[in-house]
């Protein structure tokens, strides 16, 4: 039986193994997308628990940034930037649910692709920023376009880096609020965080009726804390199948791997993130797996594990999490 099968969303989820119905979201079929997060969008799609979405996504500069002559600061309009598909709505589903996304694939699109890696006038974790604010001149604004397909990013003649491909914003859309889709938070959001990858299960609160799902911002690969600001964007065609799990009132995204599970937070700063995801999987381990809460807070002292997502936008990412081998109910 493979990991998916006692998978969170397999063995709690409303779709029980029924036959998947796939829908295709294409850019003709998604039309005008995205650059807030909220529930006053016009659905593109409905699915059941269970069906599959090949998505079209764009790459986060919406397909502006075509050479390395184009200049973020020239080409585009902040902050219509990290556009999104949706939002997808899920039958059944409620506040007080959980959306279940299984990233089974992600391929690069297009003829000849290519990813895109920036630096941009004051975006960066190294840079002066509005909530950094520096008496002192801008990083150099520079373009790098990148080769790209399923056997590498083509970095340099001297360096291939792995295709190692995740989505970078994925979210179920606040209860009121409409926030844009650079800012993570609890709703999910701009996490960037490297394992929401193919073979990963995202598991979001649902807050409005329906959930409605948004999906984008793909990246061929990138380092813990996306540190210059961007990763190597591209477009992808990215297929993910969606579930739904009844009655599981949770208040940040999690995530779960063949090997792990994990909370993710999302604050500033990057130590109030820490604090919230680390918190969220002590809960998690209490009310799921049996744990002592205190017994919870000193093992994870000596086994916890934190990944940096995004260490660049409104608000920082960090998913702390813990391997499988040590939830074994008694």
């Known amino acids: 039986m493979s990991w998916l099968n006692a998978s969170i969303m397999r063995t709690r989820g409303v779709a029980q193994g029924r036959t998947a119905i796939t ?30 979405v090949v998505v079209e996504t764009r790459d986060a500069f919406d397909g502006k940034v075509k050479t390395a002559q184009d200049l973020p600061s020239k080409v585009l309009t902040m902050p219509f930037v990290n556009p999104q598909n949706g939002p997808i709505m899920v039958e059944g589903a409620q506040p007080g649910d959980v959306i279940a996304v299984y990233i089974e694939s992600m391929l690069p699109r297009g003829p000849n ?26 990083l150099p604004e520079i373009v790098r376009k990148i ?53 990963s299960i995202a598991y979001l609160p649902v807050r409005s009726e329906g959930g409605r799902v948004f999906i984008g911002d793909a990246h061929a690969c990138q380092g813990d804390g996306e540190v210059c600001g961007t990763a190597v964007e591209y477009a992808s065609v990215t297929t993910i199948q969606i579930d739904l799990i009844k ?75 813990i391997t499988k081998n040590y939830l074994a109910l008694p």
């Open 23 to 52: 829908h295709a979201l294409t850019e003709a079929v998604q039309g005008k997308f995205h650059y807030t997060i909220g529930p006053y969008t016009d659905p593109v799609l409905t699915v059941k628990p269970g069906d599959r």
């Open 113 to 138: 692709p290519r990813g895109t890696c920036c630096m941009i006038p004051q975006f960066g974790a190294l840079s002066g920023t509005s909530f950094t604010a520096l008496l002192a001149e801008s």
């Open 147 to 199: 080769d790209v397909d399923e056997d590498g990013v083509y970095w340099s003649p001297r360096v291939t880096l792995p295709y190692k491909p995740h989505i970078g914003t994925l979210s179920c859309s606040p209860q009121i609020d409409s926030i844009n889709s650079l800012t993570p938070d609890s709703h999910g959001g701009n996490m960037d965080l490297p394992d929401m990858g193919p073979g």
């Open 247 to 321: 009655n599981w009132a949770i208040e940040w995204p999690r995530l779960e791997t063949e090997q792990m599970i994990m909370s993710i937070g999302s604050a500033r700063p990057l130590e109030d993130a820490t604090r919230i995801a680390y918190k969220d999987l002590i809960l998690w381990m209490e009310q799921d797996y049996a744990y002592n809460r205190w017994d919870a807070y000193m093992m994870l002292s000596q086994c916890g594990k934190v990944r940096l997502g995004n260490f660049v936008d409104p608000k920082y990412t960090v998913g702390a999490g």
